[in-house]
């Protein structure tokens, strides 16, 4: 049987619908979040499908794991507080419509409960006394609302074509470039671990960057906590790499 890779069990945004459309500036920026928010998935099921197959003994392996979680944790935070704070206020600038955004910002608050939950246990656990099963069930509890919203937002951003389309692009390169000022050794090795280059055909280039970038990441930023990126699902390349601690078949899906 082949092994499990990261694309479940949440399930990933095809963008095969819209991202050939260039009519207007909402395909652009719906397709970029629907791969920012890929990326967010896999690292989700990373943590999942690993969680319960650590060496229990191994508390360097262990700490490494938690280290790579308040990662993904740091990365979600902070990407979702970028959003309330310069993208939703400048698309409801942009559309004159006063709380156009305000769904996804519900939504946000739906999931975050569970998540401090999970982000306080990934930086407060010693490692002698972590408990794999306790951290699946932390990812559980907040998963679905988690997914649902990663999902949901892509259509929100489809539906801004009746607004200005350079205006709309204008708003998401100011967004990308607030996510891109960040931790480059905590987020940086992330972000290129949890990207698909092959993903949909190999249609998408993304993150897009110049040659050298993913030579930067490994080798530069990624040194300072090499033993977490050993959880990434993709090289800093980009290429798919087997999970380093994957489940059995029969414990791969939802607990």
Not at 49 to 74: G, M, N
């Given at each position: 049987?082949?092994?499990?890779?990261?694309?479940?069990?949440?399930?990933?945004?095809?963008?095969?619908?819209?991202?050939?459309?260039?009519?207007?500036?909402?395909?652009?920026?719906?397709?970029?979040?629907?791969?920012?928010?890929?990326?967010m998935?896999?690292?989700?099921?990373?943590?999942?499908?690993?969680?319960?197959?650590?060496?229990?003994?191994?508390?360097?392996?262990?700490?490494?794991?938690?280290?790579?979680?308040?990662?993904?944790?740091?990365?979600?935070?902070?990407?979702?507080?970028?959003?309330?704070?310069?993208?939703?206020?400048?698309?409801?600038?942009?559309?004159?419509?006063?709380g156009?955004?305000?769904?996804?910002?519900?939504?946000?608050?739906?999931?975050?409960?569970?998540?401090?939950?999970?982000?306080?246990?990934?930086?407060?656990?010693?490692?002698?006394?972590?408990?794999?099963?306790?951290?699946?069930?932390?990812?559980?509890?907040?998963?679905e609302?988690?997914?649902?919203?990663?999902?949901?937002?892509?259509?929100?951003?489809?539906?801004?074509?009746?607004?200005?389309?350079?205006?709309?692009?204008?708003?998401?390169?100011?967004?990308?470039?607030?996510?891109?000022?960040?931790?480059?050794?905590?987020?940086?090795?992330?972000?290129?671990?949890?990207?698909?280059?092959?993903?949909?055909?190999?249609?998408?280039?993304?993150?897009?960057?110049?040659f050298?970038?993913?030579?930067?990441?490994?080798?530069?930023?990624?040194?300072?906590?090499?033993?977490?990126?050993?959880?990434?699902?993709?090289?800093?390349?980009?290429?798919r790499?087997?999970l380093?601690?994957?489940?059995?078949?029969?414990?791969?899906?939802?607990?």
């Open positions: 049987m082949a092994p499990r890779w990261a694309d479940s069990p949440y399930t990933l945004i095809s963008t095969k619908a819209f991202s050939s459309d260039t009519s207007h500036s909402a395909n652009y920026v719906a397709t970029q979040m629907a791969l920012a928010h890929n990326g998935l896999r690292g989700l099921n990373s943590i999942y499908l690993q969680a319960a197959t650590l060496p229990a003994k191994d508390h360097t392996v262990i700490k490494d794991f938690l280290t790579y979680c308040q990662c993904w944790s740091e990365s979600m935070h902070h990407h979702h507080d970028a959003e309330e704070a310069e993208f939703f206020p400048s698309i409801e600038k942009i559309s004159g419509v006063k156009l955004m305000e769904k996804n910002v519900e939504q946000h608050r739906a999931f975050t409960p569970g998540f401090e939950a999970f982000q306080k246990y990934a930086e407060t656990c010693p490692p002698a006394e972590y408990d794999g099963q306790r951290m699946r069930k932390l990812v559980e509890d907040f998963a609302p988690l997914s649902k919203h990663l999902h949901d937002e892509i259509e929100t951003l489809l539906a801004l074509k009746e607004y200005d389309s350079v205006e709309i692009r204008k708003a998401y390169k100011r967004f990308e470039k607030i996510l891109m000022n960040t931790d480059n050794y905590r987020i940086a090795p992330l972000v290129f671990g949890t990207a698909d280059r092959h993903f949909e055909g190999a249609i998408h280039d993304f993150p897009s960057v110049p050298f970038v993913p030579y930067v990441i490994h080798y530069i930023f990624g040194s300072k906590y090499r033993g977490a990126w050993r959880f990434n699902p993709c090289t800093a390349w980009r290429d790499k087997e380093a601690f994957p489940p059995p078949p029969s414990a791969a899906g939802h607990a």
